[in-house]
């Protein structure tokens, strides 16, 4: 099996809001023009600014290529622009959320629990996301 299926019926459960407590991934995938990243995720977390979900290459400010985090509402980054949708997500339900992005219009899309929240357009337009990454 490659390492993809192996995680596909892989459940991360971190107890308590901690930026000492994360799964880190090493890709090794091409540069990417568009992507869909889909998480679930539950928090009544009012306090962290810390992500749910990124995909890093490098490090610094300018490491977080994507990246999901539900501080107060969801919001959400690609490249070094961020955006704040709010949507209210810290409500300790359980959400299924998905971010959609493209480079050609720069139009990125977030969909909470199936229904489109919000979308954004001229984000980071023409450019790439750099390959593999954590």
Same mark, same amino acid.
């Given at each position: 099996?490659?390492p993809?299926?192996?995680?596909?019926? @892989?459940?991360?459960?971190?107890p308590?809001?901690s930026?000492?407590?994360?799964?880190l991934? @090493?890709?090794?995938m091409?540069?990417?023009?568009e992507?869909?990243?889909c998480a679930w995720?539950? !928090? %009544? =977390?009012? =306090?962290s600014?810390?992500?749910?979900?990124? $995909?890093a290459?490098? @490090?610094?400010?300018?490491? %977080?290529?994507?990246?999901l !985090?539900?501080l %107060? #509402?969801?919001?959400?980054?690609?490249? !070094?622009s961020f955006?704040?949708? !709010?949507?209210?997500? %810290? =409500?300790?339900?359980?959400?299924?959320?998905?971010?959609?992005?493209?480079n050609?219009?720069?139009e990125?899309?977030?969909?909470? =629990?199936g229904a $489109?929240?919000?979308?954004?357009? *001229?984000?980071a337009t023409?450019?790439?996301?750099?390959? #593999? *990454?954590?």
């Open positions: 099996t490659t993809s299926q192996r995680l596909t019926t @892989k459940v991360l459960n971190f308590a809001p930026s000492q407590n994360y799964a991934l @090493k890709t090794n091409p540069s990417l023009t992507f869909t990243v995720a539950q !928090s %009544n =977390d009012k =306090d600014k810390g992500y749910f979900f990124s $995909l290459t490098g @490090k610094g400010d300018d490491a %977080n290529q994507i990246a !985090s539900a %107060n #509402s969801l919001n959400v980054a690609v490249k !070094s955006q704040q949708t !709010s949507i209210p997500l %810290n =409500d300790g339900g359980w959400h299924y959320v998905c971010m959609t992005w493209e050609g219009s720069g990125l899309n977030v969909y909470v =629990d $489109l929240g919000k979308t954004f357009t *001229g984000i023409g450019q790439n996301i750099p390959g #593999s *990454g954590t």
